[in-house]
């Protein structure tokens, strides 16, 4: 076998890389480092499909200088490289330096002579060669014995050309490409080619006459405009072949005999990758030569190991004495036969109970009802005994579960930090213990492990939660919730199902027409899910303007077809039948199938989701359905009470963002807005319009509230401007009055962003931190966006945590006070609940209580009660 070379293009998968990957991730000095995260995950892919001999990375230094000479706009559209990519490029050097691979930089060359150069040198040593780059450039290289590799899509999606695939997709042979690129120029580059001349009439040219001298040696065979612009664009034509065209002979030392892959240390790369935190990468580069990444274990004790009887014994000893015991429920991966269903493992300070029957939710429900426990997800968990479709019986009761002392591990570690994205037993373990959890084969050994594991991270997580100031927020807010949210899941709600299929008919019809409205503006059917084919309607068949492009062409995204509405009619149509299509399915399609035994749908609340606090709902997702559409409304008829005798009842928090940005802020004449009872948002458009408050008309009020609401959330006076769609200097002079008529929110927003950059975090109220990395970004865009999140974490996180408190109060109280209603759902700041109707007035009260008592502000806290006869009607 020859031996295979690579050769990586190392600012095209730099650049695709930086497009590619979120730029929320740093190195712990702040660096960014998502562009060198999204080119180790490429490359590493390619290893694992390539497997190459060698490997050699090629970066541009400079353009060269007979391509200047010749073609003085040569790149000159580019703009500037982002700081903040810029920044990367030594720390990937430094990576790929330490993986052994040659990194190989000529001044006044570009990564792709520097390519052309070790493939021709490849082919006189008979070895094959493998180049990896998004630039369509290289594949004039294309031979029997060089091949391309190219990014199809994201980052790890990825294409192989020969010459045959070259021909296949372009129509020309790759050594006719310099030739084809000559005719059709290359934007990227700003390379011109010829005028008019695209990409099928430059292959049909090349098959016919073979390169640019046979096609102007016939010339006079060509007719009218094709004709013309030939002949008068001849020099430009070689000129941009001449530019196009990659040199193969550089004078550079490498060895390409001596080079191979993998030849590093793997010490070496362990430093390396450590510092940037690249534990994932670090070990699928150790896994190349053969290394594992050293995970050093926690110190965790789980023998002895009991069964039977003297599980139970142990387990109701550890209760009896008070301890904390970690539980763990660990379901086998196959089912077999021979596998139980369910391993349940207890772990005490004087060993582990190990249950592989259904002793172990027996054991659990007793620990649940007079005991203490640790474990990583305890809603999870609790559903063992206490399931979420009323149909299966519960060995826990709704007593039990908002008396249960537990300690939840993956919610501990939200709220310390919530930007991260998990939290598992080997994640808190690392962060917090120094190790991870034990390698174990058997389910039952596993459980043993995880069993300890919740039992030892009690007490650095309750440390550090202390530590961090984040205590109040886990356990006064979030952690009394777990019991609450396992009891609404139980619960569930009630939909019509013939309402639902009435609804789906109308709107299949709907679809129906829609379909057929657009097969006809268009001329011809097409698939409308393809943004492909919708893009070839707009832009092709109907002429459109394009407004921007992505990796798959030119995008029919929402914002860009809302822009297209001013022109067209069709793209106001393609967007309604989006929206149909999309709520069809989601919600009129699914919900019947979701319904559980008990004929009821049970949606999961989740706690660990959102970098805020608020609640997310899964499984149906019903905090997506439209709130403000008709559309929206009618899917909300179909949510009814859980009973024929009862009615759905809403409790909404009335403008609690504003209430709290006027409570932070002090502001006097924003307090005193509230505390007077009139309208806010005509009082607001009274003191920025200076207009009595009597004159203020319904666009002037709309406009103030579209400001206050805009404030809340960071908005700027561009996304005003579109929101309202008036003039940017009009909206920039509307937000200059909304601060000089409060000039309090100004202070305190300006003193947040200060604090929060300074600190790392912004907080609520009640303490609960939100990190920002993405204050310490040098790129503009990325660091407004941290200071927006700023300013709106300590209203949007203090209303999450005042919901939260109101939710579990609110379920005490149901209880305490023997109300029959049951609470069915949250959804941001409001509460729903399907009750007698005999309780009506009696549950309005003192919801409407306890949400408005919950927290002291400067302002009234204000609850809204309604109810009707479905969710829709009970707004």
């Known amino acids: 076998m020859p031996k295979k070379i690579a050769v990586i293009d190392g600012n095209s998968l730099m650049h695709r890389a930086y497009h590619a990957v979120p730029q929320t991730m740093n190195a712990p000095d702040g660096t960014p480092t998502n562009a060198v995260f999204g080119f180790l995950a490429m490359l590493l892919k390619f290893i694992d499909m390539a497997s190459p001999d060698a490997i050699i990375c090629a970066f541009d230094a400079g353009r060269p200088a007979f391509r200047m000479k010749a073609l003085e706009q040569y790149k000159a559209q580019r703009p500037p490289m982002d700081d903040d990519l810029k920044v990367q490029f030594p720390i990937i050097e430094e990576l790929l330096e330490a993986m052994d691979v040659p990194v190989v930089r000529i001044k006044g060359w570009e990564g792709d002579d520097i390519l052309g150069t070790v493939a021709a040198r490849d082919e006189e040593l008979g070895y094959e060669t493998l180049l990896v780059t998004g630039d369509k450039d290289a594949y004039q290289l294309a031979s029997d014995k060089t091949r391309i590799v190219t990014t199809k899509k994201g980052i790890t999606d990825v294409a192989i050309y020969g010459p045959a695939e070259v021909e296949e997709r372009y129509g020309v042979r790759p050594d006719q490409f310099i030739d084809f690129l000559g005719l059709k120029g290359d934007s990227s580059d700003n390379i011109p080619g010829v005028p008019g001349i695209g990409d099928k009439t430059a292959a049909k040219l090349l098959q016919a006459y073979g390169n640019l001298e046979g096609i102007y040696e016939h010339v006079d065979d060509l007719k009218g405009k094709q004709k013309e612009r030939m002949v008068d664009n001849k020099d430009m034509a070689f000129l941009s072949r001449e530019v196009a065209t990659i040199v193969c002979d550089l004078d550079f030392p490498l060895d390409l005999e001596e080079c191979c892959f993998p030849s590093f240390d793997p010490e070496r790369v362990t430093e390396a990758f450590k510092k940037v935190q690249f534990n994932a990468h670090l070990s699928r580069v150790l896994k190349l030569v053969g290394r594992e990444l050293e995970k050093k274990a926690a110190p965790l004790s789980w023998e002895p190991v009991v069964t039977g009887s003297q599980a139970d014994a142990l387990v109701d000893a550890a209760v009896a004495r008070g301890e904390t015991v970690g539980v763990a429920f660990v379901e086998p991966e196959q089912a077999s036969l021979f596998n139980v269903d369910l391993t349940c493992a207890v772990s005490t300070t004087q060993g582990t109970a190990l249950y592989e029957d259904e002793g172990g939710p027996a054991a659990f429900a007793r620990i649940v009802a007079a005991g203490s426990f640790a474990a990583l997800d305890v809603k999870h968990a609790v ?12 060995l826990a009761s709704d007593d039990d579960l908002m008396g249960m002392r537990a300690f939840d591990l993956g919610l501990a570690g939200y709220v310390l930090n919530s930007s ?5 037993y080997d994640a808190l373990l690392d962060a917090y213990c120094g190790g991870v959890l034990p390698e174990t084969k058997a389910e039952a050994d596993l459980a043993c492990v995880q069993a300890a594991a919740a039992r030892t991270l009690v007490g ?27 009891i609404m899941e139980r619960t569930g709600a009630a939909v019509d199902c013939d309402r639902l299929a009435e609804l789906g008919a109308s709107t299949q019809a709907e679809l129906d027409e829609l379909s057929a409205r657009i097969f006809d503006m268009a001329g011809e059917t097409f698939n409308l899910d ?23 062409g030119y995008s029919t995204d929402a914002a860009v077809l809302k822009e297209l509405c001013a022109v067209h009619e069709l793209p106001a149509l393609v967007l309604r039948y ?19 035994g008990d004929g009821r749908v049970h949606t999961c609340f989740n706690e660990t989701v959102t970098t805020t606090g608020r609640l997310s709902s899964s499984d149906p997702n019903l905090q997506n359905i439209p709130v403000r559409t008709e559309f929206g409304r009618q899917i909300r008829e179909s949510f009814v009470p859980l009973a024929p005798d009862e009615r759905f009842l809403s409790a909404d928090y009335s403008q609690i963002e504003l209430r709290l940005l006027a ?30 408050v009597e004159e203020v008309t319904p666009e002037l009020r709309s406009r103030a509230k579209a400001v206050n609401f805009g404030i809340v959330y960071g908005q700027q006076a561009f996304g005003l401007s579109q929101s309202l769609g008036i003039p940017f200097g009009e909206a920039k002079e509307m937000i200059e009055r909304y601060f000089a008529a409060y000039p309090g929110v100004r202070s305190y927003l300006d003193a947040t962003i200060e604090e929060a950059k300074a600190k790392g975090y912004a907080e609520t109220m009640f303490g609960r931190k939100r990190h920002i990395p993405e204050l310490k970004a040098s790129n503009a865009a990325t660091r407004g966006f941290g200071e927006r999140t700023a300013m709106n974490h300590p209203m949007q996180g203090s209303a999450a945590d005042i919901i ?32 007698p109707e005999g309780e009506i007035e009696a549950l309005s009260s003192m919801v409407r209580e306890v949400m408005e008592g919950v927290a002291e502000l400067r302002v009234p806290l204000v609850a809204d009660v309604s109810w009707g006869a479905s969710w829709a009607e009970s707004h």
């Open 383 to 394: 559903h063992r005994v206490y399931p979420a479709d009323t149909s299966e019986p519960a």
């Open 420 to 424: 991260v994205t998990e939290y598992s």
């Open 460 to 486: 650095p997580l309750t440390e550090a939660l202390g530590r961090d100031g984040s205590t109040r927020a886990y356990f006064d807010i979030d952690l009394p919730l777990v019991g609450v949210l396992a």
């Open 530 to 552: 393809s943004p492909k084919q919708l893009s070839r309607i707009l832009f092709e068949v109907l002429g459109l303007t394009p407004l921007k492009k992505n990796q798959r």
């Open 578 to 596: 989006r929206e149909l299509a999309k709520i069809k399915s989601t919600y009129i399609d699914a919900l019947p199938r979701m319904r559980a």
């Open 663 to 692: 409570h932070l802020s002090g502001d006097e004449h924003l307090v005193v807005a509230f505390c007077s009872g009139a309208d806010f948002h005509a009082a607001t458009a009274a003191r920025v319009f200076d207009v009595p």
């Open 804 to 835: 939260k408190l109101a939710m579990t109060e609110v379920q005490r109280r149901l209880m305490a006070e023997g109300f029959k209603a049951r609470l069915l759902l949250q959804v941001h700041d409001e509460l729903d609940f399907s009750v």
